[in-house]
C-alpha cells in the first residue's frame, strides 16, 4: 500500500472512532488535521500538531504544551516505578532506575522552562 492510501485509511479510521477532520492543515505535509479528544493529530505525520491561533497568547499555548509533557512524563514515571516494583534482575533494576532519572530530570527542566 502507498503512503497515500495508507494516510488515507489512517484518516477513515479516526473518522470511524469519533474523530473530526478540523478545517486546519498540518504546517509540514499539508494533510487535513483531526481533533482526537483535546488533540489535534496530523494523520499523515503521525504527530501531535501544537496550533497557535492569532491573536492568542502563545505564552500561553507553550504553558498548556508544556503541562501535558509534565503529565505524560509523570504517568511515564509512575508506569516504570510500577515495573521497578516487580523487577528483580540487577540488569533490570539498573536500567530502569537510571530511565526514572532520565525522566526526572526531563520534569525539572520542563518546570524549570516553565516557570520562566
Given at each position: 500500500?502507498?503512503?497515500?492510501?495508507?494516510?488515507?485509511?489512517?484518516m477513515?479510521?479516526?473518522l470511524k472512532?469519533?474523530a473530526?477532520?478540523?478545517f486546519?492543515?498540518?504546517?509540514?505535509?499539508?494533510?487535513?488535521?483531526?481533533?482526537?479528544?483535546?488533540?489535534?493529530?496530523?494523520?499523515?505525520?503521525?504527530?501531535?500538531?501544537v496550533?497557535?491561533?492569532?491573536?492568542k497568547?502563545?505564552?500561553?499555548?507553550?504553558?498548556?504544551?508544556?503541562?501535558?509533557?509534565?503529565?505524560?512524563i509523570?504517568?511515564?514515571i509512575?508506569?516504570?516505578?510500577?515495573?521497578?516494583?516487580?523487577?528483580?534482575?540487577?540488569?533490570?533494576?539498573?536500567?530502569l532506575?537510571?530511565?526514572?532519572?532520565?525522566?526526572?530530570?526531563?520534569?525539572?527542566?520542563?518546570?524549570?522552562?516553565h516557570?520562566?
Amino acid at each position: 500500500m502507498s503512503d497515500d492510501q495508507e494516510s488515507v485509511k489512517r484518516m477513515a479510521d479516526l473518522l470511524k472512532s469519533g474523530a473530526t477532520m478540523l478545517f486546519e492543515h498540518c504546517p509540514q505535509c499539508n494533510s487535513p488535521l483531526f481533533k482526537i479528544e483535546n488533540e489535534t493529530w496530523c494523520p499523515s505525520c503521525n504527530k501531535q500538531v501544537v496550533t497557535v491561533k492569532e491573536g492568542k497568547n502563545v505564552e500561553y499555548a507553550i504553558a498548556t504544551f508544556l503541562e501535558k509533557v509534565e503529565e505524560r512524563i509523570l504517568t511515564k514515571i509512575e508506569d516504570v516505578s510500577q515495573q521497578l516494583s516487580n523487577e528483580h534482575d540487577l540488569t533490570k533494576l539498573t536500567r530502569l532506575s537510571n530511565l526514572i532519572l532520565v525522566l526526572l530530570d526531563i520534569l525539572s527542566k520542563t518546570k524549570k522552562f516553565h516557570q520562566q
